[in-house]
């Protein structure tokens, strides 16, 4: 392990104790009568208190089945995969639950506000069984996330927001969650769970498959140009892998948001659907069959999306080096940072919330300078060479 590696697990481990125990105590305050979160079993309907306290662990799960309990830190339902889009000619887009296997749900906290929780290994209608037991093998110990989901979610909103992109993609936060998984009535709790902006609208990829293509353009043409700038350098510094159009969200206004941005991000190679060079752009341009045994028929009904190669969309059909004035900035500092002070500022708050044993604290520190040192070379190519086109 690198000695900068090895100085910031004892920086670590020094300052952060045991991430996720629950606290105990006198139990937590009655609402009526109800019996707590902690005393339920399962449960069907859950009053939100954030600030309850749990009970002594003798009596949690005593109480069996709870037609209402008290103690949720969010109310949880299952996402509408049915998005009405009354401005375009469809009405309404049913959307794909995808294929991760997550399931996926609206989460409402204590100040009414609604936010996405995708976790893994839960029982919902979202999730075929086999694909469950398949998820709770790789989520172990009952962990809905895996370490290095919560690093990279919490240091790449963190980093997009330092270089003024944060509003092009959704934001991701750290949280703690008590709820009640809708049907099903499975207790669900998280201590480290990572919270998402909700995005408005529907996946470009079922916008594309629902809508006439005459349809589909007006709409492209009604994203800002800006907006595709700002996707554009987001992927570009922060080495997006898997910028294919479900992980494209628009609303019928020109609303435009980058969904699931932590999934391949900082790692291997660009692979964005604004970038003419890349697999993304090419499999539109001529189908998935084609691009792996050229004796299938070219199929050209995606081609529409490729209206959002990049070039289109500034002054000569090149960002070069004439980067937005915060972006410049941001690259500058990055690039002066260098990898231990990336690590420092932007990875290591969350890998001490979410470490929970030094293993996890030395894989999560090694993986953290693998992203930084991404980070911190792409910025100093767009500082010194631009965009590529």
């Known amino acids: 392990m690198a000695p900068r590696a090895v100085a910031l697990l004892l920086t670590l481990l020094l300052s952060s104790g045991v ?9 937590a305050t009655p609402v009526a009568g109800l019996p707590s979160w902690w005393e339920c079993a399962t449960g069907s309907d859950c009053v939100l208190d954030a600030s309850a306290v749990a009970p002594p662990q003798g009596v949690w799960n005593s109480v069996g089945q709870c037609p209402r309990c008290v103690g949720c830190t969010h109310q949880l339902q299952m996402l509408n995969l049915t ?10 887009v049913r959307m794909h639950p995808g294929n991760t296997g997550a399931s996926i749900f609206l989460a409402t906290d204590t100040n009414g506000t ?8 839960i029982v919902s209608s979202m999730v075929s069984a086999g694909k469950i037991s398949q998820l709770k093998a790789l989520y172990k110990g009952g962990a809905h996330y895996l370490a290095n989901e919560l690093v990279v979610g ?32 499975e207790k669900l709790y998280e201590a480290h769970a990572v919270m998402a902006e909700y995005a408005r ?3 470009l990829e079922m916008l594309t498959i629902k809508l006439p293509s005459a349809d589909l353009l007006r709409l492209l043409a009604s994203v800002p140009h800006t907006a595709v700038r700002d996707a554009v350098l987001f992927d570009l ?13 628009l609303d019928d206004s020109g609303g435009f948001k980058l969904i699931d941005s932590r999934d391949a991000a900082m790692e291997e190679g ?8 890349t697999l993304s752009f090419e499999r539109n341009r001529v189908g998935n069959e084609y691009m792996y045994d050229r004796s299938k028929n070219l199929v050209s009904h995606h081609w529409p999306q490729n209206t959002l190669d990049y070039r289109c969309h500034v002054a000569g059909g ?7 004035s915060g972006v410049r900035t941001c690259v500058d500092s990055l690039a002066a940072m260098g990898v231990d002070g990336v690590i420092d500022r932007f990875f290591l708050p969350a890998i001490k919330w979410a470490a929970e044993s030094t293993a996890n604290a030395e894989m999560l520190t090694g993986r953290a300078q693998r992203y930084a040192q991404v980070v911190v070379k792409q910025a100093q190519l767009l500082r010194e060479h631009g965009t590529p086109t």
Do not use: M, Y
């Open 154 to 185: 919490h240091a790449l909103s963190a980093l997009a927001d330092e270089c003024q992109l944060g509003h092009v993609s959704i934001r991701e936060w750290l949280a703690h969650v008590r709820g009640v998984v809708p049907l099903t009535g």
């Open 83 to 92: 998005v009405p889009l009354p401005r375009l000619s469809v009405g309404s």
């Open 19 to 27: 991430a996720g125990a629950e606290r105990t105590g006198a139990g």
């Open 237 to 249: 510094l922060f080495l997006q892998g898997d910028r294919h159009a479900e992980n494209v969200f």
């Open 318 to 324: 090149a960002i070069g080096k004439d980067l937005p």
């Open 114 to 121: 609604q936010t996405v929780l995708k976790v893994h290994g």
């Open 270 to 277: 660009l692979d964005s659907l604004f970038f003419a060079s």
């Open 201 to 203: 609208g529907a996946s």
